[in-house]
């Protein structure tokens, strides 16, 4: 740490902003982290970006001392950064890079008109939490900021904008802004050149999409260096210096890939977090076009793909928060990890199809079931088994429920996947929510040790490949320099877990109505 022989990553997700510095051999040597929330205003989710340096700095300062806490060290400087972040959504800006209109995160699900029309003119999925489908509707719906739009990014392309002065975007993020052309890691000329015609019939003046976008890199090529107006944003104290060599900052979802090792053909990952995706490296590309899966890219650029759904633990989050005031009503405060573990081994006690409940953990839209908006549900019958495993075993179910939707269509694309690496806070509680998932995914699933370090352990060793790149691939690099007898726990998916699954999951699909009309009678107000 002294020397810098080091990297760190930063990943924003959705409740934590969350920094891992590593060693060369990907070791992690000191963490830090921020709570943060998404603001539902105007019935538009959102986060205010003063917040986010506000997170940035808590969180570089909570590492820095965790580090010195180690260590007995406080590093001045690293050997390479990157930034990552949840993909997708809108943030627009002027020609003096002011942000135009507030933060448009990957939840909003306003954009169905523009998504539709966008894939009907590619013949390619363009999925409504895409940076372009919701370019097409600020423009379709006329909105006041479009003819002042100079550029767009994500929000790992905002702060990395910040941090360097660049504007660039790793080839995985990139692939949530704009189709990626697979020959050439790079936006599909075709597809560029279509949609500037459509946008330049509806919006004359407006900068061709190529001229908005940020320049595309791959994993390995530097991205620039740290500032220091940027090393201040980081860490207004001084201590973290200037010059510090940054890799493209990527989305979430490559982050998840590199953090379990599956970037090459036939592997595939499930992150779990507020939202839940899966990922499967394709050998070859899709017949047709589904709704219900993305086609991204590794950070290496290979494609992927992606079954994405916005809603994932939360509200087995908020079931938790419950059963933790219980405790601390009877007089038994017990800490919030605490109480999830234990909410979570006891769902192996209950039936294997959840005891006849039904659960939707839909706090936002999902557009894979086909709806704008969510409403989370516990629903039984006279006749269910009510218990606290069967409560807990079904909002494990339920998290996974629209992931097993999208897989089906994987399925009968006949994408091959050997196994699915799971990593995200849910299997910190070792057998639980990974058995669950064979299930749900029918397939093996394996957890490392290093699962629950997630995504920003993903992004240090992206930023550690920068001095590595020229050496190997970025799938063996990981294989030979980082996983090379990493400890990972495959389960096979059980008999009875299976068929229970699949009574939950009929269940599910029959009950959507149900959500329908949850959404429709009761305001989210």
């Not at 995160?105 to 029309?117: D, G, L, S, V």
Request: with cysteine; hydrophobic share 45%; glycine share 12%.
């Amino acid at each position: 740490m002294t020397e810098g022989a080091t990297s760190l990553g930063i990943e924003l997700g959705s409740t934590r902003i969350k920094a891992c510095l590593v060693g060369p051999d990907g070791a992690v040597l000191a963490t830090g982290s921020h709570d943060w929330e998404n603001q539902f205003v105007d019935r538009v989710w959102t986060y205010d970006l003063d917040a986010v340096w506000t997170g940035l700095q808590d969180c570089t300062a909570a590492l820095l001392a965790d580090a010195e806490r180690r260590h007995g060290v406080r590093p001045a400087t690293v050997g390479a950064l990157g930034v990552s972040a949840m993909m997708h959504g809108y943030l627009a800006f002027d020609a003096d890079d002011g942000l135009l209109v507030p933060f448009r995160t990957w939840r909003n699900t306003t954009t169905e008109r523009a998504a539709t029309e966008l894939t009907e003119l590619l013949g390619f999925n363009i999925p409504l939490r895409w940076s372009v489908a919701h370019l097409l509707q600020a423009v379709l719906d006329d909105e006041p900021h479009v003819p002042a739009i100079r550029s767009l990014t994500t929000l790992a392309g905002y702060v990395h904008r910040r941090l360097t002065g660049r504007h660039v975007l790793g080839v995985g993020d990139a692939s949530g802004m704009f189709p990626i052309d697979p020959a050439t890691h790079d936006y599909d000329a075709a597809m560029l050149e279509a949609v500037d015609g459509l946008l330049a019939g509806r919006r004359p003046g407006l900068p061709a999409l190529r001229d908005l976008l940020p320049e595309v890199l791959v994993a390995g090529q530097e991205a620039g260096r740290l500032t220091a107006e940027g090393a201040a944003l980081l860490d207004p104290t001084g201590t973290l210096t200037a010059d510090v060599p940054l890799c493209p900052p990527e989305g979430d979802a490559g982050t998840g890939m590199v953090a379990t090792n599956a970037v090459a053909p036939r592997t595939g990952n499930v992150s779990v977090g507020t939202s839940i995706f899966a990922m499967v490296v394709l050998e070859r590309p899709l017949a047709g076009v589904h709704h219900e899966l993305d086609v991204v890219t590794t950070p290496a650029g290979d494609p992927v793909a992606m079954v994405h759904c916005n809603n994932g633990a939360s509200e087995l989050g908020a079931w938790a928060e419950v059963f933790g005031q219980f405790a601390t009503a009877l007089g038994h405060p017990t800490a919030p990890d605490d109480v999830f573990g234990a909410l979570l081994r006891s769902a192996l006690d209950g039936d294997a199809d959840g005891g006849g409940l039904l659960a939707y953990n839909y706090l936002s839209g999902e557009p894979i079931t086909g709806l704008a908006e969510g409403r989370p549900l516990l629903v039984r019958t006279p006749g269910s088994r009510l218990t606290l495993a069967n409560v807990v075993r079904t909002q494990v179910y339920a998290a996974f429920g629209t992931l097993s939707l999208g897989m089906r269509v994987l399925e009968a694309e006949g994408v091959a996947v050997d196994a699915m690496y799971a990593h995200g806070g849910m299997f910190r509680t070792a057998g639980v929510a990974q058995r669950l998932l064979a299930a749900a995914v029918r397939a093996p699933v394996g957890v490392a040790t290093s699962a629950g370090e997630g995504g920003p352990w993903g992004m240090a060793l992206l930023a550690g490949y920068l001095g590595a790149a020229d050496d190997a691939d970025l799938g063996t690099y990981l294989r030979t320099r980082v996983f090379a007898g990493a400890a990972v726990d495959v389960v096979e998916p059980d008999a009875a877990d299976l068929a229970g699954y699949a009574t939950f999951l009929d269940r599910y699909v029959a009950g959507l109505p149900v959500e329908r009309a949850a959404v429709e009678a009761v305001d989210p107000a």
